[in-house]
Structures are given as C-alpha cells and as structure tokens.
C-alpha cells in the first residue's frame, strides 16, 4: 500500500473503507490531531465503542498490550479501532522493535491500527529507525504526511475558516496575520477565533489584528531587526524591553535576530552573484519560508556586504558572551543585548553615512 496523498485520505473517512495499518505524521500537527480526532469519531459511531476503541499512549505503552489490543476480535462490530499516540521508535529497544514490527507484520482485516505522531517530529530522513518504520507503513499500510502549508494554502485556509464563522478575511490580511504569527495552523486558528470573536461579523481589519493578534518570537524578532536597521533608536529598545518582560531566553532572541542578518546576507551574496533572491531556498532550510528571502531583498536593497559583515561579527562576539557570562547571568545577558543592539544601530548609521 501507498504513501496517501491528502485527498485520498479524506475520500476513506467520507466512504468509511478505514483498513489496516495507518501512520500519520509531520509538523502541521493540528492536521494530524483532527486525523486522529476523525478516526474515534468513526470508532464512535460503531456499536460497543468502550469495547471497539482502544487508545495508547506510545511513550509508555507495552508493546505486549499492544499486539493483544490488535490482535483481539472486535465486539459485535466488524471492525475494533487501536490508536497509538508518540511511539518513538528511535527510544525502543532491539526486543521491543521486533515485536512492534511482528504486530506490523500481519494487521487482522478486523482492527484499524492506526499511529499518529501529534508531538513527535522525527527527521525521517536521517533515523534509520524511523526510515524504518515508515518503510514498513508505506509496504504494509497508508503512510500520510502533514507538512506545513504554503503561505498561499494558509492564505485560503484562513479566508474560508473566517467565512465559516460569518467574518471576512482579506488573501492581505490573511498574510498579514501570517507574518505576525507564523505559520502553524493551530497557532492562526486560534489566533482567528479571537479576532472574529472580537469583531463578530464583517471584515476583520488590519488594525485591529496588529492590536489583537499574540505575535510569536520571531515576528517580534525580525521587527526589531527592522528597527535597527532603520535607526529607530527608541523603537528598537523599546522592542528590547517587551522580551524582557515577557522572559524570553536572550540566547533565543539573539539566534533569531542573527537568522535576519543571515537572510540578508545570503541574499546580497546571491543577487552579487547574479542569482535570485531565492537561491538560497537551494543550499539552507526556507521550506515554506521563502517570503523570508524576499523581505530580505526588499529590505536590504540599500546594505552594502562589508556592513552585514561588521553585524554578523558583532552578534557572533555577543553569542559567545552571553554562553560564557559568569556573576549576575540576567543582569549579564541584559547589558550584553543592550550593548549589541548599539552596536548594530551604530553599524547601521555608518552605512548610512558612507
């Protein structure tokens, strides 16, 4: 059986022909929670569902249980549901991998198996365990990813989730919420809830997601970048403060920050070369993320090389601090970011100056 695509998945849970062995995984996990939340609503419908349903926890379920749970006839029913939740392969041994994939091996044509992965994230790529496991899934079974959705997809997602709930959300405003918040869909549709709460019909406006909407670190981040890079002494401070108070970790703050660098850089490298701005989606990890390149060519039209250079020296001198600050680390790690950001503003007014 096949590595299913998004659509046919939806066509068995519409035609209700769930068979085997399910592997559902991948980093949009509000995809793979409502996947999961689908098949006990279907188990739900059946006769006996305390009986026909059972549920795993992975990380500490007994492979033991398990095998029993799929190997037990349904009751009344023509089929038993057996969903397992985060069974890391990669933290089992020898001997309970060779039972898991024994279980594997021979699904009964009565028992929908049917494993999720709504808080693991493992690179398939590069675990032999996990290259594995979906190996198997994809020979024995329906293997189906969720990977995150363009901006485009989110874009129209949005826009159509907001209809649902009698509000209008512009393909602009939809895009603004995504800059602002990142592109997890559970992140942006709880974001929505509260925005058509708010405004309870009509169009949601611009003005009032920017005051609504909780903007994650590294949209706070790159705005500060911006500020910098602009000279907005006060602005830049000011943003600063705000991760301060809201505790968030300044070795975070910094990898961010010099991510926003990095993008400018790669990207003036590469129109140098006589490249896109998007060449370097080619060579570094921009999946889904290609709007970063492009606001860095649009933002750094007016940098030269030499300048990004000066910045990615000063934040890497100001890493290095903050990973080996002794005494009063807090107070440390607040003089060591302040001291940076001057640094960069005065970095920024040079080349403006020159």
């Not at 250079?309 to 302040?338: C, H, I, V, W, Y």
Request: net charge neutral.
């Amino acid at each position: 059986m096949p590595q299913i695509t998004e659509a046919e998945w939806k066509k068995q849970l519409e035609k209700g022909v769930l068979k085997g062995f399910y592997f559902v995984y991948g980093p949009e996990k509000y995809l793979v929670q409502r996947s999961a939340a689908r098949v006990k609503e279907k188990a739900s419908e059946g006769p006996f569902p305390d009986f026909n349903l059972q549920v795993f926890d992975g990380t500490e379920c007994s492979l033991d249980e398990l095998a029993e749970a799929v190997e037990a006839l349904p009751f009344m029913a023509e089929e038993k549901y057996v969903l397992v939740s985060d069974l890391d392969v990669e933290a089992r041994n020898a001997g309970e991998l060779e039972k898991l994939y024994a279980c594997l091996e021979d699904v009964p044509e009565s028992t929908v198996l049917f494993f999720y992965l709504p808080g693991l994230t493992p690179d398939m790529k590069r675990s032999a365990k996990w290259k594995k496991f979906l190996s198997t899934a994809v020979k024995k079974g329906n293997a189906l990813e969720f990977p995150r959705r363009t901006s485009a997809d989110l874009e129209k997602l949005l826009g159509a989730a907001a209809g649902k709930r009698y509000c209008v959300l512009t393909r602009e405003n939809a895009r603004r919420m995504i800059n602002l918040c990142g592109n997890d869909l559970q992140t942006l549709f709880n974001e929505l809830e509260k925005l058509c709460a708010y405004v309870k019909e009509g169009e949601i406006p611009a003005s009032v997601i920017d005051r609504l909407v909780t903007k994650n670190l590294e949209t706070t981040v790159f705005a500060l970048s911006k500020d910098i890079l602009a000279g907005r002494y006060e602005a830049a401070y000011g943003v600063l403060d705000t991760l301060f108070s809201q505790n968030e970790e300044p070795v975070s703050v910094l990898a961010v920050l010099s991510s926003a660098y990095l993008d400018l850089y790669r990207v003036r490298a590469a129109l140098q070369s006589g490249e896109t701005a998007l060449e370097p989606s080619k060579h570094f990890d921009y999946k889904n993320k290609e709007f970063r390149l492009r606001n860095a060519e649009r933002d750094g039209r007016k940098l030269s090389t030499a300048m990004l250079r000066q910045s990615l020296e000063a934040l890497s001198a100001a890493d290095a601090q903050l990973k080996g600050g002794r005494g009063d680390r807090k107070l440390f790690q607040r003089l060591t970011m302040e001291k940076l950001i001057a640094e960069l503003l005065w970095i920024a007014e040079k080349e403006k100056i020159s």
